[in-house]
């Protein structure tokens, strides 16, 4: 499998507070995507980071990638009850017409308003 | 926004049963997939589809599933013979041709009685 696991499967916060949530890899990448998941609902694309780049930001979201360390993690600041949801990392390990997503088995995250 | 629709958002059906589910992708998009997702367990990549022809498929993706591109907009999966263990939920994706996100739809969920 090239896919790890990702920590904590489940984080129970209270609003206001940030939420950080760990995925780990085993197979070099070509990039690292993070997914929302509502209950029983689609997947939604927050963030992609390449394997060349260290950390990102989008609004109130920031991943950092180590490639030494084959890790990932998403920080979302100042959550909301809203934000509650699975999220998800996805590692992309090949190109061309063999792209596609390997991932792990989430977090649950669940913001106490 | 463009987005990828799927439907029946839900389908019950008889075991043994043929199934097809069907999604249009994102118009432009060139790459499509299709994941599953067993209740409470992680997202699995079922196969991919380009240039109309398989170019990856899972363990999974057996000789009881296809895929089809019948004309320029419809993306299709068939199960010919389900079984129980084909109740899940079934995403269809695509991604453009110079993007590296890959965009998922809302799902199908599958049971099978």
């Known amino acids: 499998s090239q896919q790890g696991e990702e920590d904590p499967q489940a984080l129970s916060i209270q609003e206001g507070e940030n939420a950080t949530m760990n995925c780990s890899y085993k197979?070099?990448?070509?990039?690292l995507q993070w997914y929302r998941q509502n209950s029983g609902r689609g997947l939604v694309h927050l963030i992609l980071?390449?394997?060349?780049?260290r950390e990102k930001h989008s609004g109130r979201l920031r991943v950092t990638l180590d490639t030494s360390k084959k890790s990932s993690s998403l920080l979302i600041t100042a959550s909301r009850a809203a934000d509650t949801a699975s999220y998800f990392c996805?590692?992309?390990?090949?190109?061309?017409?063999?792209?596609?997503?390997?991932f792990g088995k989430g977090t649950l995250l669940t913001v106490n308003p | 926004e463009p987005e990828v629709t799927q439907t029946p958002s839900h389908q019950v059906t008889q075991m043994g049963q043929e199934v097809i589910l069907r999604c249009v992708p994102i118009?432009?998009?060139?790459?499509f997939y299709w994941y599953r997702q067993i209740l409470g367990q992680k997202v699995e990549f079922l196969v991919s589809?380009?240039?109309?022809?398989?170019?990856?498929k899972s363990e999974i993706f057996d000789d009881q599933f296809s895929v089809e591109r019948p004309d320029g907009s419809n993306f299709t999966l068939k199960i010919r013979s389900t079984k129980l263990e084909d109740s899940a939920m079934y995403f269809c994706?695509?991604?453009?041709?110079?993007?590296?996100?890959?965009?998922f739809g809302e799902g199908s969920w599958l049971t099978v009685v």
């Open positions: 980071i390449r394997s060349n780049e």
């Open positions: 118009s432009n998009h060139l790459y």
């Open positions: 996805a590692t992309v390990h090949s190109g061309g017409s063999n792209y596609k997503l390997t």
């Open positions: 589809f380009y240039n109309n022809e398989i170019s990856e």
């Open positions: 994706a695509s991604r453009p041709p110079q993007g590296n996100t890959i965009y």
């Open positions: 197979t070099s990448i070509n990039n």
